[in-house]
């Protein structure tokens, strides 16, 4: 049993295409009369698997061309088949075909009916103008990441020990200046510190809340700036998740330096500046790549680095200045 019917692509519900194209053969056939039936065949089109039916016409196995050529002639099909091989029916999503494709790297996959009867194949070639849309978008995506944290896709890709040097140096140039900032800020309050010892311990989870909140907030506003949103209402809806965030992770702070130092002033401090902190990286996180935009700067590129070293000063001066004030 083979099918050899000419090229014919079918569509259904102008989402999912196969053709009918295609060589299958009786699972009781050798390998010998499977190699017959594809040379006398009189299919147009390459052919690179012989799919395996059994007497009801449902799919049971699959063989790679060259598997089947290269078996001895006595071989049973069912003996070299891989069996129970990926399908495909029309009620697969679209995208989920995409996704196979790009996943397995085959040419070509089976469609079965829902009775799992083989119907035809689809092939690669038929879907490649939309495998390589995905793969721009994926790839853009990944660019717009590696840009977040400082990295070039062209250094991804051909790194240089020169060349990366180059293209990180400017937007670490960022973090040296925050960093030194937040160090005279610490010198401004050292009185306080040498006071107060327990005030220093917590000062690398405010920073590092802070900075996890404004990346967060930047990443969804690139995304966003792509698509037909209102600014307004993402700035507001970026702000307010902020404050519930920072509602939380304030309570959960306060309670557990409370428990701990017994430092009622200061569990209060604490907690309201993880509140303001959490607050600021997130309106900062979704206000800067909207100006940045408007302004002609590549919002991409400067969003981060400004917003975490912006987040990281007011951070750190709003907790030494609300500690010194309350625990004085």
Request: hydrophobic share 50%; aromatic share 12%.
């Amino acid at each position: 049993m083979h099918f050899h019917n000419k090229h014919k692509i079918i569509k259904k519900h102008s989402e999912f295409k196969y053709s009918t194209e295609m060589f299958a053969v009786s699972e009781d056939n050798t390998a010998q009369t499977a190699f017959e039936l594809l040379r006398g065949s009189n299919l147009s089109g390459n052919i690179f698997y012989c799919y395996v039916i059994d007497k009801d016409g449902k799919l049971t196995g699959i063989i790679p061309l060259r598997k089947l050529i290269t078996a001895p002639w006595g071989t049973m099909v069912s003996d070299i088949m891989v069996r129970n091989p990926i399908r495909l029916t029309m009620q697969t999503p679209f995208d989920t075909v995409l996704e196979y494709f790009l996943i397995y790297k085959f040419l070509a996959f089976p469609v079965v009916d829902e009775q799992g009867k083989l119907i035809g194949i689809a092939r690669a070639n038929d879907f490649i103008e939309d495998t390589i849309t995905i793969e721009e978008k994926m790839e853009q995506a990944r660019d717009n990441l590696l840009k977040i944290i400082g990295i070039k896709l062209e250094e991804f890709r051909k790194p240089s020990i020169f060349k990366s040097t180059f293209l990180r140096f400017p937007y670490l140039l960022f973090n040296i200046l925050s960093g030194l900032t937040c160090a005279f800020i610490t010198n401004l309050f050292s009185s306080t510190v040498d006071k107060f010892v327990f005030v220093a311990f917590f000062i690398t989870i405010i920073l590092g809340l802070a900075e996890s909140i404004g990346t967060q907030a930047v990443a969804v506003t690139l995304s966003s700036l792509e698509k037909t949103i209102r600014m307004k209402r993402l700035v507001l809806y970026e702000t307010l998740v902020g404050a519930k965030i920072g509602m939380l992770c304030g309570g959960i702070l306060y309670l557990v330096s409370f428990l701990w130092l017994w430092e009622q002033a200061f569990s209060i401090a604490l907690s309201l500046t993880i509140l303001f902190s959490i607050l600021t990286a997130s309106f900062l996180g979704c206000m800067l790549p909207i100006l940045f935009k408007k302004m002609g700067i590549n919002p991409t590129h400067a969003s981060c680095p400004f917003v975490l070293a912006i987040a990281d000063v007011v951070s750190l001066t709003s907790y030494f200045s609300l500690g010194t004030y309350l625990l004085n």
